[in-house]
């Protein structure tokens, strides 16, 4: 949990200046707060990190995701290319929107294949929800050549990828709409919230309005303000805003520590036979979130999160069996259980999900182990959880610890 390692004075600070209007909310009360905006000085600082024209602090990074589909135009019976290996909110957005979600399978790179969404597309294919899984980004070149030929829309999931680059882009600014998270365990926290971020005017006032049950912010009587369209509260407080002023004021710090940790323990492993790592095409652009770890098989990759975790290696991610991130354990995404009047239920499901074939998301996910890197290790206790981990593989793998 890198972002609240180095909780301190500055995130107590923004949090002091909030309380001290009494101001919570977002909107209004001018007379009161002070000019003090924590969510608008959150959003122009990811606009200046990421070079987002636009941005939209809200709830959670789910409701980001929600936000960057209804200002692209998702709707009613749009069919949206989805990977099996994500935060389950991808999903759930999708459905929610009154889309349909398509899956296609993942390469090495954790991330959605190009052939496999191309053979995944149909005549109602709308969008690519595209999701930057744990830390670095997509094989984005040919993604956006694929969205080009196909005039499809791209929407970009970047909730574990804030920090992540592409080629000196940041991630979330290759679609039409993108989204961050901030939750408690992301790279930069503000507890709960989210950042929608896009280039185009035109969807970030549909995002603005969207998010705020349809207001259009136009006037300075709140009360009396128009509702172009049907939205929904996906406000963020200036609380959990405030510890995101503080957050991303130390984003670059936190990325550079993670950067040199995963190194280490890069360092610590990456000689032991039959081990390989995550593929990324562009490294550089990495945000040093996680290390992950290709084992030669499931049956090795389960042994060695056996080994590692007896052994006190911390942050040991088995995405396999995990029952919010890989498609194996949504059982109630298979069976459409839902109380909402879901599309899908109208429309019908545009696959079997009971009987996907996935080989790509079952052979890597199978094989991958995560370990979460911290940004607050010194180097010394780095290279002690890298001798751990060489031990835990080496008892594994072979090769000697």
Known sequence: MPGTELFGDEERREVMEVLETGILFRYGHEDRRMDRWKAREMESLVCDYTGAGHALAVSSGSTAVACALAAAGIGYGDEVIVPPFTYLATIEAVLLAGGLPVFADID??????????????????????????????????????????????????????????????????????????????????????GVFVTDDESRYRLADSYADHGHDHVGDNRGMEEHPI?????????????????????????????????ARLRDAV?????????????????????????????????????SMRAAGVPGVNYWFTNMYHFINQWDHVKNLDAAAPLAIHSLGSPQDYRALELPGAQEVIGRLVSIGVGCSWEPENTDRIGESLRESLASVLGGGA
């Open 270 to 306: 990456e000689d032991l036979p039959g081990l390989d790592f995550r593929r990324m095409p562009d490294p550089e652009g990495d945000s040093g979130t996680f290390l992950n770890l290709l084992l030669p098989d499931s049956e090795s990759a389960e042994a060695a999160v056996a």
């Open 230 to 262: 049907v939205g929904f509260n996906y406000r963020i407080s200036e609380l959990h805003a405030a510890v995101g002023v503080a957050q991303m004021r130390k984003l670059e710090r936190i990325r550079s520590a993670k950067r040199a940790n995963k």
């Open 108 to 193: 090495d790179t954790l991330c959605l294949d190009a052939a496999s969404v191309r053979a995944a597309l149909t005549p109602n294919t709308k969008a690519i929800l595209l999701v930057h899984m744990c830390g670095a980004a997509a094989d984005m070149d040919p993604l956006l050549e694929l969205c080009r030929d196909r005039d499809l829309v791209l929407v970009e999931d970047a909730g574990q990828a804030l920090g992540a680059w592409y080629h000196g882009r940041s991630v979330g600014r290759f679609g039409l709409t993108g989204a961050f998270s901030f939750d408690f365990f992301k790279i930069t926290t503000a507890g709960e919230g």
